[in-house]
């Protein structure tokens, strides 16, 4: 017995759904990690340009 088109673009609509959203979870998640990762780095060895204040000034 054939599927209906309605069943197959309704199970194609969904798994693209819950693949673009793991996508973006895995996304998020590394990026959580990176940022931790980068923000660690810098508490150990701060740069000179971290200590400088820029003051800029916009008419």
């Known amino acids: ?5 309605e069943l197959a673009e309704y199970l194609m609509a969904v798994t693209w759904v819950a693949l ?3 996508v973006a979870a895995c996304v998020s ?3 959580g990690i990176a940022c931790s990762l ?3 780095r810098r508490r150990r060895r ?3 340009a971290s200590s400088t ?7």
């Open 38 to 40: 980068r923000c660690r």
């Open 20 to 22: 673009g959203r793991w």
């Open 29 to 31: 998640l590394a990026d």
């Open 46 to 48: 701060p740069s000179p």
């Open 53 to 59: 204040v820029v003051v800029s000034t916009f008419l």
């Open 1 to 5: 017995m054939a599927m209906p088109w």
